[in-house]
């Protein structure tokens, strides 16, 4: 079984919880904080996001920060660059979330490799459909590195089939149709393809966009989701406290705290 995997039916937490920050936002250094923070915290596993010109999946939250991050010159050299440095520290595993454009940009098997060096324990290309996944699935494979697919609410049940079976870590489910961002409710949909694919395989289930409160958490453990991702709401903190890292780094702690009690 993978790390991700692991990690997530092993955590004293449920549902487990993924956190997602965007790689060097503020500063790289606060970045490497937060690894570090989120591992004291126990979390299943870290979504460390490339930021991207073009962030379709995003939300204003999320988007606003990659552009800050590009404009401090944030690229994929400089993320593996602070994930060697720091692999034998960080134990949690780190999941690169990023659109497919950067890695083509960057060469798949350099990329794969340098990933693997970096001790990347996934990756979650969010604008790559399975039928075009083939070759990156491969190399992922070839290399112990976890393949993240995303499920959308919409997706029929074949579609659902095909991606739980060639997903690996955890299947990414999308709470609702959009982009990221905080939401009041998920998709009705989402018991019915929990069930759906807890028949299909035994990868864990995350479920993503718009998680933010406790009773959001507290509605995915009644529909037995294995993880929990927060991205905008953490990004959120993040900004509004990013001149005083001490600071930022107590209030994500506590946010943190929040969500199981």
């Known amino acids: 079984m993978s790390r991700i995997s692991n990690s997530i039916k092993e955590n004293y937490n449920n549902p487990a919880l993924i956190p997602f920050i965007v790689s060097g936002y503020p500063n790289i250094e606060t970045t490497k904080d937060l690894l570090f923070l989120f591992q004291e915290h126990k979390v299943a596993a870290i979504e460390l996001g490339v930021p991207f010109s073009d962030p379709l999946a995003d939300g204003p939250v999320i988007q606003k920060a990659a552009k800050s991050a590009l404009e401090t010159g944030i ?3 400089t993320i593996f660059d602070l994930l060697i440095d720091i692999r034998e ?3 949690t595993p780190i999941i690169l979330f990023s659109y497919f454009n950067p ?3 960057y060469g798949l098997n350099n990329f794969i490799s340098k990933a693997k060096s970096a001790n ?4 979650i290309i969010p ?10 699935s491969e190399l992922c494979q070839e290399n112990n590195i976890d393949f993240v697919m995303l499920v ?3 997706s029929d049940k074949d579609r ?16 609702s149709t959009g982009v990221t961002g905080v939401r009041d409710s998920f998709s009705e949909t989402l018991s019915s393809i929990i069930t759906e694919i807890k028949n299909t395989v035994s990868t864990p289930i995350a479920v993503g966009f718009g998680v933010s ?9 009644e529909l037995n989701a294995d993880g929990a991702i927060i991205g905008s709401a953490l990004v959120k903190i993040i900004d509004q406290y990013k001149d005083e890292k001490a600071l930022l780094l107590s209030k994500i702690s506590e946010y943190l705290d929040s969500l199981y009690n």
């Open 213 to 221: 409160k406790p009773e959001h958490i507290a509605s995915l453990k």
């Open 152 to 154: 959308a609410p919409t």
């Open 127 to 136: 604008d790559l459909p399975i039928e075009e996944s083939e070759e990156i």
């Open 120 to 123: 990347v324990a996934g990756i």
């Open 103 to 105: 890695i083509l940009s």
């Open 75 to 77: 690229n994929l050299d």
């Open 160 to 175: 659902i089939r095909s991606i739980s079976q060639k997903a690996s870590g955890f299947i990414y489910l999308v709470s």
């Open 89 to 91: 520290n960080i134990q």
